[in-house]
């Protein structure tokens, strides 16, 4: 490990980091509506084991990596397996990919705060007025720039002045908000049918489907197979429990999800009068409805500026770690300075993230197999890129490393007790499910407009 490598200071610390990359827009309005979709309770049940089975084997893996190696994803393969290099090198590519488009969007969550509270609430609730935002070339771009920049700012300050601090305050904040507004809206008029129909398990509704769409679900919202997690762990101290921090973190991340459903699910019900058709999927639902349903709640306007301020630190936190993840790559490899990593990797974001700001207005007769740039950068990423990268190091862990040396170095802050579990996952059940995964993504994805 380089002697002067920063760290977190502490448990606490790591585990709201961790847990703030991993509560992103996927929880907020993707959970949701899956949860939804997919038969209310029965979804919830199943992401709930598949979470404490192959999301908890998963992030120990990468965890472990990361602390055992004292190094990003692509020094970290190659340290424990020189042939083995290029799994972290295609790791790296994901939050390259991601972070771009991730930050147009957290531009767009921007200006809805921005728009709320200086009373514009009913102006975004009007007929078209997302469209026509996002389809314009300056305004975007403004909030894009605001967004990615403020992002460089707190990784700029570093793991333990930037990211620790940062996390220390908005994570809590997010719970707070996300429970005062959920309370909120279950009281309103017709929210309980919603939340009968968010939480009742309609066993008719179960199938194969339901478990790929939970497993695509968790790796995504548990920011797995990406690198952030071996970045974050290569920052954590050995005397730290692992096995009890991954657990903490998962609570988060699940918690957050399912408050989400309880505060968004009942509000749209109530709002429509209890057709579910309302839920909509995507950027519609949280741009384009919940504005509405805002517009026509009393006391909405501060309850909608409340949502957008928790979205965006939601947001904020993931795209840190997003950043972190390649600032640290940069610094690892090229031995560039934390500053100068920053400023590369804003510029190169601010490039790569143009064409999906612009995909919506002038370069929007551009698509690539039917999807605008965001939604291909998208489905690349999460629906390619990660499936494979989380099979490779699964592959990697359990027949080229072996499980005991993760094992190991989990042992080090405490006991691990769901050792044989963890064996069991990483080695079977967890190749044979991300095949699956891989295979029906990329089948429906190209078909299907995601974000
Ligand atoms: N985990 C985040 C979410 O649930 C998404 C994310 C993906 C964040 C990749 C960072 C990196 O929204």
Known sequence: MSENRSSFTGKIGFVLAAA?????LGNIWRFPYLAAKYGGGIFLLVYVILAVTLGFALMCAEIAIGRKTGKSAIGAFSSLNKKYGFIGWLAAVVPVIILPYYSVIGGWVTKYFAVFISGGASASAA?????????????????????????ALVVLFGVE?????????????????????????????????????????DFSKFSATTVLAAMGQLFYSMSIAMGIMITYGSYMKKDIRLESSVHQ???????????AGLMIVPAVFSFSGGDEA????????????LPKVFESMPGGTIIGAVFFLLVFFAA?????????????????????SRRKACLVVFAGSLLLGLPSSLGFGVLSNITVAGLTFLDMFDFISNSVLMPIVA???????GYVLKPKALIDEMEIGGKFSSKRLFTVVIKYIAPICIVLILISSVLDGL???KI
């Open 316 to 336: 904020l936190t993931s795209s840190i770690s997003l950043m972190e993840t390649i600032v640290s790559l940069l610094q690892d490899k090229l031995g560039l």
């Open 278 to 289: 309302a839920l909509g999927k995507g950027p519609g639902l949280m741009f384009v409805t």
């Open 249 to 259: 973190i998962e609570i988060f991340d699940t918690g957050i999800a399912f408050l």
């Open 447 to 449: 078909g299907i407009v």
């Open 161 to 201: 002045k930037g990211i620790e601090k940062v996390s220390k305050v908005m994570m809590p904040l997010l719970v707070v908000l996300t429970l005062f507004i959920a309370i909120y809206v279950m009281c309103m008029p017709g929210a309980l049918s919603g939340v009968a129909y968010y939480l009742t398990p």
């Open 127 to 151: 007929e078209g007025y997302f469209e026509s935002f996002i389809g314009s070339t300056f305004e975007p771009l403004g909030w894009f720039l605001l967004f990615l920049g403020l992002t």
């Open 20 to 24: 703030g990359s991993a509560v992103g």
């Open 391 to 397: 099979l490779l190091t699964c592959i990697f862990v």
